[in-house]
């Protein structure tokens, strides 16, 4: 049978739902084996047993993780020529599509990017993605080499394996700072704001202009449903939300069940990170606003005066 390599990175004590996902597709379409960067911890070897996991790859050095992303693409490499899979998922970050298009040179073969969903097995893995900032969704076969394949996070329901397996571990020699690579010379954490990751979360809760920089009635839907924040260019261009919370084709590409957009006009470049989101809710003072044209429900209206509305209901409702 076919196998399907994943690369996972970090995943830390238990493997995050984006990983569960990427376990799954591969699966469906093969036997899965992971490449995994960083400690294997018990409750993660578990769970990749219970997704059918049948080799787990290690690398022999942890320094990795004190260089940018070509030893991480160098270590998959060698996985990759050891595990001779019919194809490798990755995760859909900025440093997933780095690393896949690295591994794509050192393997001559066809990268796809920004996938939503893959059917088909073996060689004949088939992706579907969107393209030209939405416009259109196409479906795409690699030509090349290991079909290596980045997939965004949502895009499938994550599910055990029908059996179990019990992962065998092989250990990849590899030496972190023997090619060119840039060095990572210190680290800062982020302040964590107890919200799920943009790129994980079920539920999102986006920003535009129209919040005028006040995001607290954004923050607090997104906080009563358990949800992220995100934001649309025009409020992270001018400082009122960190960068990495802007939605759309130069920020993050979301995909949750719920993704709720408030005083954004819905430019094409904001569409572009968000429309396939499952359910889409637009709250705009502006009944022309291009925002409704993809909304499943729609309120025109002024968002401090819908949002806190909609929270204050929310939580009545649960309490
Ligand atoms: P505006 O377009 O100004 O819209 C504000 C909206 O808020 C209006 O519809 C208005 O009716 C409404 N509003 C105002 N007050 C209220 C209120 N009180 N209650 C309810 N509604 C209200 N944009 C992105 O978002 N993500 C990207 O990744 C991105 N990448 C880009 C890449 C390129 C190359 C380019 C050229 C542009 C990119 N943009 C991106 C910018 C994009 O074109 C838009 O300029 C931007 O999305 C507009 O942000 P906005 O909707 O918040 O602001």
Sequence with gaps: MATVLVFIDNPGEQLHKGNLELLTLAAAAGEPMVALNGPLHDAVKATMAEYGVQRIYRPSSDALDD???????????????????????????FE???????????????????????????????????VLAGAYTVECKSSAGIPIMTVKPNSV????????????????EIEAGAG????????????????????????????????NGDFGPIEALADVLGGAVGASR???????????????????????QLYVSAGISGAIQQKAGMQ???????????HDS????????????????????????????RS
């Design 180 to 211: 060119p690579a840039a060095r990572i010379t210190g680290r800062e954490d982020r302040p964590t704001s107890g919200r799920p990751a943009l790129t994980d979360a079920q539920v999102i809760v986006s920003g535009g202009r129209g919040t």
């Design 67 to 93: 260089y940018l992303v070509a030893p991480k693409a160098a270590y998959l490499a060698e996985a990759a020529r050891q595990a001779e899979p019919a194809a490798v998922l990755l995760d859909n970050t």
């Design 157 to 172: 329901p994550p599910a055990p394996a029908a059996a179990s397996a019990q992962p065998e571990e092989t250990v990849i």
């Design 96 to 130: 997933g599509k780095e690393i896949a298009g690295r591994l794509g040179i050192k393997t001559s073969s066809g990268v796809v990017t920004d996938v939503i969903a893959l059917s088909g097995s073996g060689s004949d893995l088939t992706a579907t993605k969107s």
């Design 276 to 286: 396939t989101s499952k359910v889409i809710v637009a709250v705009n003072k502006d």
């Design 234 to 256: 025009a409020a992270t261009d001018a400082g009122w939300i960190e960068h990495s919370a802007q939605v759309g084709q130069t920020g993050q590409t979301v995909s949750p």
């Design 290 to 317: 291009p925002v409704f044209e993809i909304a499943d429900f729609g309120v025109v209206g002024d968002l401090f005066e819908v949002l806190p509305q909609a929270t204050e209901e929310i939580r009545k409702r």
